[in-house]
């Protein structure tokens, strides 16, 4: 069993940056892929970015690549998504998602832990 627990949203203005955090408990971090995904009001939940168990590998969604950044410190058991150049596009709830297994994935239903989420707002 896994339990996420998001920090970090809240509200920015276009342009800005924050950093999400999502820290997990629970055994055995380093056997997890890791996902981040978002939900905007009246929209289906989307992929975000992902990465492997060793942080190594990593995948983006074409809308936030080059301006997103997930990384993961498997000594902490937390992983990290820096956000960059935001837009008001961006608002929606970010979720961390946990996938046993090793390699990254897009598709959230390969994730078996989700956390509550965090509200991240782009004001114009």
């Known amino acids: 069993q896994v339990q996420l627990v998001e920090s970090g949203g809240g509200l920015v203005q276009a342009g800005g940056s924050l950093r999400l955090s999502c820290a997990a408990s629970?055994?055995?971090?380093?056997?997890?892929?890791m996902g981040w995904f978002r939900q905007a009001p009246g929209k289906e939940r989307e992929f975000v970015a992902s990465i492997d168990w060793s942080g190594g590998a990593t995948v983006y969604a074409d809308s936030v690549k080059g301006r997103f950044t997930v990384s993961r410190d498997n000594a902490k058991s937390t992983v990290y998504l820096q956000l960059n150049s935001l837009q008001p596009e961006d608002t929606a709830v970010y979720y961390c998602a946990a996938r046993a297994g090793t390699h990254y994935t897009t598709f959230s239903a390969s994730y078996d832990y989700w956390g509550q989420g965090t509200q991240v707002t782009v004001s114009s």
């Open positions: 629970g055994r055995n971090f380093i056997s997890y892929a």
